[in-house]
Antibody, heavy 120, light 107 residues
Framework: QVQLVESGGGVVQPGRSLRLSCAAS????????MYWVRQAPGKGLEWVAI????????NLLDSVKGRFSVSRDNSKNTLSLQMNSLREEDTGVYFC?????????????WGQGTLVIVSS | DIQMTQSPSSVSASVGDRVTITCRAS??????LAWYQRKPGKAPNLLIY???NLQRGVPSRFSGSGSGTDFTLTISSLQPEDSAMYYC??????????FGQGTRVEI
């Protein structure tokens, strides 16, 4: 059974940092591209980051480039999102999700999310 | 970025009704379109991928159609457990995927 469990969310002041983690189980983690997607309060879903199955390729939303970084540890089945210089507009629920198939254009399993609140 | 626009923003229907949600892309996305369901406090759930393919385990009352810029999600016979938010997602501009703003389905 595929499971994705996010952790690391919380309340943080603008300009500070937070590191999110996603623990994966129930599938061969090293074979799948992985995503971070967020949802701000009252808003829709927004892609934040993607990392290829082997960690060699990654891409980030323009508004978080230079502030966020994505990484994975295939030996520990873990995906991470390091968030620096946080802004109030980064507030939201952050989901970890698995890319479907070899070309992971769609997200077939999601975690329940971890809440990040950036506020002074 | 490719913009995805869903309509209506919310729909209220009765059990057994046929419900249709539309999604329009700001440019041609071929059939690189998915639909997701999200219930409060739960993880989003992939329903349809590549515009019309039903994800494994999803009830057959859900179906998707369309290509290019106009797409439809249909629930053929609405059930109480279908009360949720529904989102479309384009994958033509992969990895810069984008989502619609969502449609609330109420029973």
């Amino acid at each position: 059974q595929v499971q994705l469990v996010e952790s690391g969310g919380g309340v943080v002041q603008p300009g500070r940092s937070l590191r999110l983690s996603c623990a994966a189980s129930g599938f061969t983690f090293s074979s799948y591209g992985m995503y971070w997607v967020r949802q701000a309060p009252g808003k829709g879903l927004e892609w934040v980051a993607i990392m290829s199955y082997d960690g060699k390729h990654k891409n980030l939303l323009d508004s978080v480039k230079g502030r966020f970084s994505v990484s994975r540890d295939n030996s520990k089945n873990t995906l991470s999102l390091q968030m620096n210089s946080l802004r109030e507009e980064d507030t939201g629920v952050y989901f970890c999700a698995r890319g479907r198939g070899a070309a992971p254009r769609f997200l077939d399993y999601w975690g329940q999310g971890t809440l990040v609140i950036v506020s002074s | 970025d490719i913009q995805m626009t869903q309509s209506p923003s919310s729909v209220s229907a009765s059990v057994g009704d046929r419900v249709t949600i539309t999604c329009r892309a700001s440019q041609d996305v071929n059939n690189w379109l998915a639909w997701y369901q999200r219930k409060p406090g739960k993880a989003p759930n992939l329903l349809i991928y590549e515009a019309s393919n039903l994800q494994r385990g999803v009830p057959s009352r859900f179906s998707g159609s369309g290509s290019g810029t106009d797409f439809t999600l249909t629930i053929s016979s609405l059930q109480p457990e279908d009360s949720a938010m529904y989102y479309c997602q384009q994958a033509s501009d992969f990895p810069r995927i984008t989502f619609g703003q969502g449609t609330r389905v109420e029973i």
